[in-house]
């Protein structure tokens, strides 16, 4: 069985300073993994995917995620905040062949002047 | 460009109406899929569709049916079996082995 939980409902930080978003997933063999960003009344778009390859994974817009395997994580990072960051992210885990795909609750960015 | 088109962006149904939520995509995806989003919990999995003539539920798929006629059609409908259908619904759609893409979404809410 699959799961995804993101630890934090809402992160807030300020402009130009790092973000981290927290994810933990529990899955029977090895997963795809994945962060979306979702800015409002829009869909999701993806910012990164992990499919067994490198662990420390690079996405658009400054992000990246690293995947630790004895920690069971995929924790997302950026450097620096950009206003531009504020949304909702969402942490993903499917399946290989992409079918069963199980969405974490959501992490609401805020990035403060 | 290609994409996945959701139409309309905001639909209002009265009580005991069926509505009708519209997904198209130029991607040449084999699978499509639709979810309902709520507040704080995520996306849930109402219905999704691997092939032509073929869907299967998904988790809350109670009040809602679908029909997979086209490939780059996957149409959603609201029946009026489905008490709470105020929610944002987003429709995807993927090929083997890769990320899903998505809609812009639909807003449906109760008049």
């Known amino acids: 069985a699959q799961s995804v939980t993101q630890l934090d409902s809402h992160v807030s930080v300020s402009e130009g300073t790092p973000v981290l978003l927290r994810c933990n997933y529990s899955?029977?063999?090895?997963?795809?993994l994945f962060w979306y960003v979702q800015h409002p009344n829009k869909g999701l778009q993806l910012l990164l995917k992990?499919?067994?390859?490198?662990?420390l994974v690079k996405g658009i817009n400054g992000f990246e995620a690293e995947f630790k395997k004895s920690e069971t994580s995929f924790h997302l990072t950026k450097p620096s905040a950009h206003m531009s960051d504020a949304a909702e992210y969402f942490c993903v885990v499917s399946d290989l062949g992409g079918f069963k795909t199980i969405f974490g609750a959501g992490t609401r960015l805020f990035v403060k002047a | 460009d290609g994409g996945i088109t959701q139409s309309p962006k905001y639909l209002f149904r009265k009580e005991g109406q069926n509505v009708t939520l519209s997904c198209e995509q130029n991607l040449n995806h084999d699978a499509m899929y639709w979810y309902r989003q709520d507040p704080g919990q995520g996306l849930r999995l109402i219905y999704y569709s691997q092939i032509v003539n073929d869907f299967q539920k998904g988790d809350i798929a109670e009040g809602y049916s679908v029909s997979r006629e086209k490939k780059e059609s996957f149409p959603l409908t609201v029946t009026s079996a489905q008490k709470n259908p105020t929610a944002f619904y987003l429709c995807?759609?993927?090929?083997?082995?890769?990320?899903?893409?998505f809609g812009d979404g639909t807003r449906l809410s109760i008049l």
């Open positions: 995807a759609s993927s090929i083997e082995f890769k990320p899903q893409h």
């Open positions: 899955s029977s063999y090895s997963p795809s």
């Open positions: 992990y499919t067994s390859a490198a662990t």
